[in-house]
């Protein structure tokens, strides 16, 4: 038996020397050993660190010269920019947001952020429509200066930021908007009074007539707490339409104000656009991903609406 054991370590620590030329370049072939036996987090060049009011913030800079804005204990990127193709959407999130084109009937006049990030997003709204008012809501203070000083963010005479909670300014709200997008992730949730029947009673009022709606709904390993957000949103927009990025990272939710997004429909209407802008985006088959209606009544079934007095979003697994 020992000796059948010694024979396959052998041969697999032969097997990969042979093809150690094939690992990635700057891994190293010691690297490449401790990757294939033991998976762990990429290492990456910090660029900036600080402990803001309510995260610890590193930019981190990987093998590919990627940035990514991190809130610490490090669980995965909350954005991710390529400074060598600055238009690049690379995150599962911020290239299926870009369902909101073929979603929309119009361009949109003013578009609001819940959440900014490192504003990979509002940077392709910016682009691709700029003559579009962005109001951007974020909570912490040092955001906006670290995504403008590593991640390409630029703010203008047509985006407003305000620093302070989604929910108290979505209460607060006197506008109409075409679209507005909901990504306000910390390391470990989302913060609980933007996950509820009531917050999503807000966002609707807050719709223009044919305004979309899309929330970021990350996989943390917490299923029950996808399921509930997902009945949660749906309570308030029936039609809910549900897109599911690659590994199945993140659950992508979106719905017009006051219609049902037809799946045909909206890849005509990708195809169309992603002509006439040059996007080298596949919103098609990112529209492919759509959950159909029976698989998202079986995943939500049994799981509670989250509402203002009953959202344990730390604690749902």
């Not at 010694?6 to 020397?17: C, I, N, Q, R």
């Not at 072939?29 to 660029?47: M, T």
């Not at 997004?261 to 040059?278: D, H, M």
């Amino acid at each position: 038996m020992k000796t059948n054991f010694f024979a396959v370590l052998l041969l697999t620590f032969s097997f990969l020397f042979a093809f150690s030329s094939l690992a990635e370049e700057k891994a190293g072939f010691w690297e490449s050993i401790g990757n294939f036996f033991l998976p762990h987090a990429e290492k990456r060049n910090v660029l900036f660190e600080k402990q803001t009011q309510y995260f610890l913030v590193t930019v981190e800079e990987d093998h590919n010269g990627f940035r990514h804005m991190v809130f610490n204990p490090n669980k995965g990127s909350q954005g991710i920019w390529n400074p060598k193709m600055p238009d690049e959407l690379i995150s599962n999130y911020c290239r299926f947001t870009t369902i909101f084109l073929p979603a929309m009937k119009n361009p949109p006049k003013r578009v609001l952020f819940i959440g900014l990030g490192a504003g990979v997003v509002p940077r392709f709204v910016r682009k691709n429509f700029p003559d579009t008012v962005i109001d951007i809501v974020e909570i912490d203070g040092d955001i906006p200066v670290i995504a403008e000083n590593y991640f390409g963010f630029k703010k203008d005479d047509k985006i407003n930021i305000t620093i302070g909670d989604g929910r108290n300014f979505i209460n607060r709200n006197k506008e109409k908007y075409d679209v507005i997008f909901i990504d306000a992730y910390t390391s470990e949730c989302i913060p609980f009074q933007l996950t509820t029947e009531e917050f999503y009673l807000k966002v609707r009022d807050s719709l223009a007539p044919d305004g979309i709606m899309t929330a970021n709904v990350a996989n943390l390993g917490k299923p029950t707490f996808i399921a509930s957000e997902i009945k949660t949103a749906r309570a308030v927009f029936p039609p809910l339409a549900v897109f599911i990025t690659g590994n199945r990272s993140n659950y992508i939710l979106f719905s017009a104000a006051d219609r049902k997004l037809n799946t045909a429909e909206l890849k005509e209407n990708a195809s169309r656009i992603e002509a006439e802008k040059n996007l080298s985006l596949k919103i098609g088959d990112m529209i492919d991903t759509r959950m159909p209606e029976d698989d998202i009544k079986k995943m939500i079934e049994g799981v509670e609406i989250l509402k203002d007095d009953f959202a344990p979003v730390e604690t749902m697994k």
